[in-house]
């Protein structure tokens, strides 16, 4: 990521690029592409405005759904017009951009487990999907460890998936149910370990070897 920032000029132009190449399909607001990427919206917008004059993106009309809540009476919804932003699959560079922004390694596998690892006592941490460039894997993380906290380690998720420009698929199991599941074959194990993924931390098999 720091070495793209560079090239790229910004963190936030390279977050950004990422979520419209990971999201071709979709059309998104400059405020909620703001908010994906955790980013400053007069960033934001200056950014979009580059991304469409070079032909990376185009405009599209969307209807903005606002709902507010009101004491006592029924929530007020509130829908208008406005500019909406999807990737312009005409761009003559995609191709070699997206082999660049996504085949690159998106985060550091050391600076990933150290973030984890403020959730609690971490034991494995396997990385698939989107990290190893498998779209067809069922997981992006599988995440095992002992008195985990959920809530950190969905804070963690939040900041890396606004980095990446992309939701993340994960599980997080203790690991007396880790082993439990490995134990019986369970289908989501196997659907990890079975097919291509990367160990990031494995505690587990060094107790073994002990």
């Not at 909406?84 to 995609?94: H, I, S, V």
């Not at 370990?193 to 931390?201: A, E, G, M, N, W």
Request: contains cysteine; proline residues 3%.
């Amino acid at each position: 990521m720091e070495i793209l920032s560079k090239l790229f000029g910004s963190p936030t132009r390279v977050k950004l690029m990422r979520f419209f190449l990971f999201n071709p399909d979709k059309i998104y607001s400059s405020k909620e592409a703001a908010s994906r990427a955790h980013a400053l919206p007069r960033e934001t917008e200056k950014e979009l405005r580059i991304f469409e004059k070079v032909g990376f993106i185009k405009r599209r009309g969307i209807i903005e759904t606002e709902l507010t809540t009101r004491r006592n009476k029924k929530p007020l919804v509130r829908r208008r017009k406005t500019v909406g932003w999807t990737l312009d699959r005409l761009f003559p560079y995609l191709l070699p951009l997206k082999n660049l922004i996504i085949n690159t390694t998106l985060i550091d596998h050391r600076e990933m487990v150290r973030r984890l690892a403020r959730a609690g006592s971490l034991k494995l941490v396997i990385a698939a999907g989107v990290f190893i460039q498998e779209e067809e894997s069922r997981l992006d993380l599988l995440i095992v460890g002992d008195h985990l906290k959920k809530t950190v380690i969905g804070r963690v998720v939040k900041a890396m998936e606004s980095e990446i420009g992309k939701e993340l698929r994960y599980v997080i199991l203790e690991t007396s149910e880790f082993k439990y599941r490995a134990s019986i074959c369970d289908k989501l194990i196997r659907d990890v370990t079975d097919y291509p993924h990367q160990k990031l931390l494995d505690k587990l098999e060094q107790e073994k070897e002990e």
